[in-house]
């Protein structure tokens, strides 16, 4: 019985050495070495594999833009004007890298203390979830439901609740690769030039008389904003202030005015 124990194990052990052995042969002389653009362009990819390319991560767009397939070699936001510039280096074009760089927001500051509920929700913790039912469990179908979705498919933790439960983004983290916009089931995160100084905080477009009756403050499209800063490229669409950023006048004087302060400081 012992002997054929002993058999076994050695009949395995040499087994699992001569494997061991072909596939370490295998490995160096079936080795296909990639071609060092390639390894340059993976190099000079962030390597947050976020998506945000629209590709599978920082691999499968780096082979993409080496086989001629991803044409515009641009699209790693997180990365920015400088790995787009290391890109068109490697492959030797051209590329305009003026582009500024733009953020995550949420345009919502209506939390418990502002914002009126219809139900309470205790179902997943989740935004999607809570969607689906009746548009989320707030008054205003436009504002932001603060379970947190966001906050998880982050990949650098730039969002986060602050010290009234808001949900915030910190955008000296935030990398602009869009996925917390994409999870949003109510459009209340948006990207925002990086240099924006002021931000309307309010997603609804109901009514004013609505949106009173929902927030404390949320924006009721009372045109203060134009008024007080006309050059601000404050403009009012669908009972929603706007911002054109390519406007320069001032806009302090709308945030002052603005009668339920949803002109905020970015």
Known sequence: MLNTILYAFISVSL????????????????????????????????????????????????????????????????????????VANIMEVAIDVSHEKKVAFVHCKGGKDTARYAFEYKGITDCNAA?????????????????????????????AYDNQGLVVVDKEKCIS????????????????????????????????????????????????CEKKSPDG??????FLAEIDYSANGERKNAADACPVKCIVTN
């Open 177 to 224: 690769c869009n996925q917390c916009v994409t999870v949003c089931p109510s459009g209340v995160m948006k990207m925002i030039p990086y240099t924006a100084d002021y931000v309307v905080a309010c997603n609804s477009k109901d009514k004013g008389a609505v949106t009173r009756k929902a927030c404390t403050v949320g924006c009721i499209g009372c045109k203060m």
């Open 233 to 238: 490229g404050f403009k009012i669409e669908n």
């Open 15 to 86: 087994l699992g050495a001569f494997f061991g052995i072909g596939l370490a042969i295998a490995a160096k002389y079936l080795y296909v070495k990639k071609e060092k653009k390639l390894t340059d362009l993976e190099e000079a990819l962030p390597g947050y594999n976020c998506g945000a390319c629209g590709y599978a991560g920082c691999s499968a767009y780096a082979e993409a833009i080496f086989n001629g397939i991803a044409e515009d070699i641009t699209l790693c936001s997180p990365g920015g004007a400088e790995t787009a510039q290391k």
């Open 131 to 159: 969607y689906s039912m009746y548009q989320g469990n707030k008054v205003c179908k436009y504002g932001c439901l603060g379970l947190g979705s966001c906050i998880r498919v982050c990949p650098v933790d730039a969002i």
